[in-house]
Every structure is written in structure tokens, then in C-alpha cells.
């Protein structure tokens, strides 16, 4: 039997958010809500928690394994410019600015993943330490 297609899948889910109110309401509760967290004195909005795409991306990136620091530069400037909402943070050229500036950007993503979603002690709980 074959396994379903993304579309598949996602007209399944969509019939069922629409047809169970208690689902549709978490959805709608859950879905693109933000945080505030102040890191180095920066006040972000963060997503509450990391989005499927982004965690993909996060994936990505660390599997290029060891690059090039311009590339590690530029890797998290963009990461910063899709977890940070709105303007200035969410471009990747206000990130390098920062960068630039104060030498900072790695120290801040760095913080953001492991702070502003305690990452290492969710990843710790569900492998079991």
C-alpha cells in the first residue's frame, strides 16, 4: 500500500480541524503565537515555539557540518532574521549590521535556541539524559 501524498495527508487534517471544534480551537489558539524575550538588552518576538519549517531549516543547516565561518556568519543571520518578528529583526542584513557592530549575532542565536526555548533541557527529557 502506497503511503500518502503530502496533499493527501493535509486534506485529511484540514477535514478534521473543520469537523471537530475543540481541534479548530487549539489550532486557531496556537497558531503564530509569539513570545517576548530580551537577550543582551533586545527586546524579540520569537514564535512560542519553533516552527516545523524553521526546525527543517535548523536541520539544514546542520548538516552542511563544518563550513566556512562566512557561511556560519551568514547561516545565522538568517536564522535570527526568521525566528525574530518584526521590523528590524526579521531581515538578515539588520542581523549582519549587528554583527558587524558588536560581534554578536552567533551569541544571540545561540541564546534565543537555547534559552528562549530551553532546547537542550527539551532534547535531554525526551532522550531521556
Known amino acids: 500500500m502506497a503511503l500518502p501524498t503530502p496533499e493527501e495527508m493535509e486534506a485529511k487534517f484540514l477535514k478534521v480541524v473543520e469537523e ?12 503564530g503565537k509569539l513570545t517576548d ?26 548538516q552542511k557540518g563544518d563550513v566556512e565561518i562566512e557561511e556560519a556568519e551568514q547561516d545565522s543571520y538568517y536564522l535570527l532574521s526568521l525566528l525574530c518578528q518584526g521590523e528590524p529583526f526579521n531581515t538578515e542584513e539588520f542581523w549582519e549590521g549587528v554583527d558587524n557592530e558588536t560581534g554578536m549575532a552567533m551569541d544571540i542565536l545561540a541564546e534565543v535556541l537555547t534559552q528562549g526555548y530551553k532546547t537542550e533541557e527539551k532534547v535531554k527529557r525526551f532522550r531521556g539524559k
Open 20 to 31: 471537530d471544534e475543540q481541534i479548530k480551537q487549539f489550532i486557531l489558539t496556537n497558531k
Open 37 to 62: 524575550f530580551e537577550v543582551y538588552g533586545l527586546k524579540l518576538k520569537i514564535p512560542a515555539v519553533i516552527p516545523r519549517k524553521l526546525r527543517h531549516e535548523i536541520s539544514k543547516i546542520r
